[in-house]
């Protein structure tokens, strides 16, 4: 695959350290703070990912509402990371702020171990939206694949599962796995712990080969395959017209089971891709978008497989076997997710939404012809991100690739120093119910600016 247009690396070294001075005068209450958050937290930040902002500390956010962000020191941007899917709906969306105020103060209950009224309803939404009949829920999408897994393995009785070269689906031990340079499975570089050696638990393909697929699945040993119908997490990466039907069918030939993830892809649409390309999985898994804001996650399976759990009567679900969380379907997170779905992430909102992103990849387009760059930008629905490559990558080796950590760190910290917010570990923009075409062009003016600071 052709390699794109890169920068000269001295004049992106000190491009870098223009905007990491205009970074840190900017903010001080930001550096104070990480100061004071290294003497109580392990890095001196809540989660270890949080270190991966451009900056040299991460900003301190005071105020976040529809697509904006305030943070400590004053700064208002326009936020395309939203909080990495977490906050598509936008931040603090009024239907689910109301829902919850109602659950927690007028109702009162936030964890009761019971279900709530609003239990039925969200499983019967998400039915309706992607064509499982049976849900049920957990605190996080690691939770829903992680259980998703372990009753695919249970109600198949085989040992492994196949999952995607340079997947994300959490932190989940069987997928932190990649691909060595000899083909063999390896645990992915850099892996905590590390995991139980993913060689007896996982095979590895790259997305789009079918025929590698086709060939891991034909021992009849795989008990499912977990995949994003798009890779979203090294960029993203489209499936190859048949792929996703070839690999439907290989699942079905070898009676495996097919997990499809949608806790990205859901910028495809209400269904995400499941239902915007009518396929047809086992088991479906989201999380993040799904409460607004508030954890939830969620895994749907066919009737097929319901009547498998139902017949099986050697897995302990309800106890000691491996499937829980005390706080999991809590009253708070359902009441978020019923007025998500119903009142926030509806059709309407979704074709504004994709409509945004659509003028964002067209002007980001535009801006590389322009320029005659060896870039490209890729849409999937409401969700758009630029690869440093020419044409968009086929398969998950190919976008690791032309990952480049220092033009990645400059585009971040451009934007963010003309108040602008990427998603941190990509170059990824999302659209919420509140972008405006407005933010959607200051973002085009922006991209166009470090364009022409890097090679103009
Ligand atoms: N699935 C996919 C496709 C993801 O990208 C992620 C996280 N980025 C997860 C699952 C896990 O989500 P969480 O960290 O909220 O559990």
């Known amino acids: 695959m052709d390699r794109g247009s890169f920068p000269d ?9 223009q905007e990491r001075a205009a970074f840190q005068s900017a903010n001080p209450r930001s550096h104070r703070l990480h100061e004071e958050g290294r003497r109580s937290l392990i890095g001196g930040v809540p989660m270890p990912w949080m270190t991966e902002w451009a900056g040299d500390v991460p900003l301190y956010f005071s105020e976040a509402r529809g697509d904006r962000i305030t943070d400590v020191d004053g700064h208002t941007y326009i936020d395309f990371g939203l909080g990495d899917t977490g906050a598509m709906p936008g931040h603090s969306p009024g239907a689910t702020v109301d829902a919850v105020i109602d659950r927690i103060k007028a109702r009162g209950g936030i964890t009761t171990m019971m279900p709530s009224e609003d239990a039925p309803v969200v499983g019967a939404e998400l ?6 009949p049976y849900w049920q829920f957990t605190l996080s999408a690691t939770d829903a694949n992680r259980f998703a897994l372990r009753m695919c393995r249970q109600i198949q009785q085989r040992p492994y599962v196949l999952v995607f070269n340079w997947c994300y689906h959490g932190s989940v031990d069987e997928t932190v796995a990649a691909l060595g340079r000899d083909g063999r499975v390896i645990p992915r570089p ?13 095979r590895v393909a790259e997305f789009n080969d079918l025929d590698r697929v086709r060939h891991l699945l034909a021992d009849r040993q795989v008990a499912a395959v977990l995949t994003e119908p798009a890779l979203t997490n090294v960029g993203i990466v489209l499936p ?6 070839g ?3 290989a699942c079905r030939r070898t009676g495996t089971l097919l997990v499809i993830d949608e806790t990205h892809t859901i910028s495809a649409g209400p269904g995400g891709c499941t239902a915007a390309w009518g396929l047809e999985p086992d088991v479906v898994t989201v999380g993040k978008w799904l409460g607004g804001g508030v954890p939830i996650g969620a895994y749907g399976v066919s009737q097929r ?7 099986d009567e050697t897995g302990d679900y309800e106890d000691w076997g491996g499937i829980g969380g005390t706080l999991a379907g809590n009253p708070l997170s359902l009441a978020a997710a019923r007025a998500t779905l119903h009142d926030v992430l509806t059709e309407a909102a979704f074709s504004d939404m994709i409509a945004r992103a659509t003028r964002f990849t067209e002007g980001v387009e535009a801006v590389i012809d322009q320029a005659r760059l060896g870039w490209c930008v890729v849409q999937l629905g409401c969700r758009a991100e630029y690869h440093f490559c020419p044409s968009p990558p086929r398969t998950g080796s190919q976008a690791g690739a032309v990952i480049d950590d ?19 570990f990509h170059n990824m923009a999302l659209m919420c119910p509140e972008t405006t075409d407005g933010d959607v062009d200051r973002h085009t003016e922006i991209f166009a600016e470090a364009v022409e600071q890097l090679f103009g």
């Open 127 to 132: 039915a309706r939206r992607f064509g499982l």
């Open 305 to 311: 497989v319901a009547d498998a759990l139902a017949a």
């Open 190 to 202: 850099g892996s905590v712990g590390p995991q139980v050696d993913p060689v007896a638990t996982t």
């Open 240 to 245: 190859q017209p048949g792929f996703l039907d």
């Open 247 to 249: 690999l439907t069918e």
């Open 9 to 17: 690396r001295r004049r992106l070294g000190s491009l870098i350290e």
């Open 406 to 424: 220092d033009l990645d760190r400059y585009m971040h910290l451009f934007a963010m120093n003309r108040g602008l917010l990427m998603t941190p």
